[in-house]
T-cell receptor, first 120, second 117 residues
């Protein structure tokens, strides 16, 4: 099956530093990747849609200068949390789309295992 | 606007019994897909089952089945013969043309299921 990895799985950093999270599709090419944020016991909130070779599309309310997304290749997207603060502490999850017809009879979006960010 | 609603924040079920997790959705697009995911305490999102809006039959995957009632815009997940390992948070999600063809998923609030021994 399709596998998506994320690195690191857990990171603790000091306030003011920047943190980069990588999302890789290991056995397929993903033209589109998605970044979600999840607070404890809450739902996944889409932050941005990342397309290979183009600028990411951010959801309303998400600061693009704060959360930098780069989709440099068909297998790698990165999320950089710049000048992190304690309120940025959260669980960040990426997903990758197989890129087949959106309206095929069966469609899956494959999720990475997530990155738990703690900002002190 | 697209919306997914899960009205049960928490549910309990006895081991080996069946349980239904509710999900209602709202979309003006006739073409859409509905998904259920399981998220254990480890945080990984595990895909369970998919239902397309044009599918004639309810989807089934092992112990999971989806009770799809299109007129009511509901897509409830039924787990049969519950196991202790089913204890997790469950999310209903939808994608449709309203997503701007980006394929993004809209998630419900989630339901925490606890299976009692």
């Amino acid at each position: 099956g399709a596998v998506v990895s994320q690195h690191p799985s857990r990171v603790i950093c000091k306030s003011g530093t920047s943190v980069k999270i990588e999302c890789r599709s290991l056995d397929f090419q993903a033209t589109t990747m998605f970044w979600y944020r999840q607070f404890p016991k809450q739902s996944l909130m889409l932050m941005a849609t990342s397309n290979e070779g183009s600028k990411a599309t951010y959801e309303q309310g998400v600061e693009k200068d704060k959360f930098l997304i780069n989709h440099a290749s068909l297998t790698l997207s990165t999320l950089t949390v710049t000048s992190a603060h304690p309120e940025d502490s959260s669980f960040y999850i990426c997903s990758a789309d197989l890129g087949t017809s959106l309206w095929s009879s069966y469609n899956e979006q494959f999720f990475g295992p997530g990155t738990r960010l703690t900002v002190l | 606007a697209q919306k997914i609603t899960q009205t049960q924040p928490g549910m309990f079920v006895q081991e080996k019994e069946a349980v239904t997790l509710d999900c209602t959705y709202d979309t003006s697009d006739p073409s859409y897909g509905l998904f259920w995911y399981k998220q254990p305490s480890s945080g990984e999102m595990i895909f369970l089952i998919y239902q397309g809006s044009y599918d004639q039959q309810n989807a089934t995957e092992g112990r999971y089945s989806l009770n799809f009632q299109k007129a009511r815009k509901s897509a409830n997940l039924v787990i049969s013969a519950s196991q202790l390992g089913d204890s997790a948070m469950y999310f209903c999600a939808m994608r449709d043309h309203g997503s701007g063809n980006t394929g993004k998923l809209i998630f419900g609030q989630g339901t925490t299921l606890q299976v009692k021994p």
